[in-house]
């Protein structure tokens, strides 16, 4: 099965390798400290210092493991080039046409997203939305609730 393309910008690319090269040099050595700590405490089969350390250490191996893969099938995006178009690495601002409330996002690929930074992913009921539309264009959002319009306002 051919494995999915992760689709980043310049500085979720940077991010993603900084995250994986503080994990295989301080973490692994952090917790490889731990472990040897908690075996000098004597019997490691009611060790929880022990456990909790093994379970970490799985943990950043497999985050290690995860990343590795990301980078292997990143496609960085250009994400400074201006367009007509929303498309990957656009900044927009839409107005909701219901309470006419602005708000500024970034599309980026499900790796990068993180709504609270007003990053939202190109697979996201928003995010696909606007994809391939213009500045001026309407576009409707199927959500529970039902039906959301925006206008988009702003490319960038």
Known sequence: MAEKEVIL???????????L????TVKRREVAERIKQAIEFGDISENSEYDD???????????IIT???MLRNA????????????????TIVLKDKEFGDEEEY????TAEADPTSNKISNESPVGKAVLGHEKGDVVEVEV?????????????
């Open 21 to 24: 090269e503080m994990l295989k």
């Open 67 to 69: 990343l590795e893969k």
């Open 75 to 90: 496609r960085v995006i250009d994400d400074s080039a201006g367009s007509e178009v929303v498309s990957l690495g656009s």
């Open 144 to 156: 529970p609730a039902g039906i959301l319009q925006f206008e988009i306002v702003d490319i960038r």
């Open 9 to 19: 910008t310049l500085e979720g690319l940077k991010k993603l390798e900084e995250e």
């Open 53 to 63: 350390a093994k379970n970490e250490q799985a943990f950043i191996e497999g985050r």
């Open 106 to 109: 970034t599309i980026v690929g």
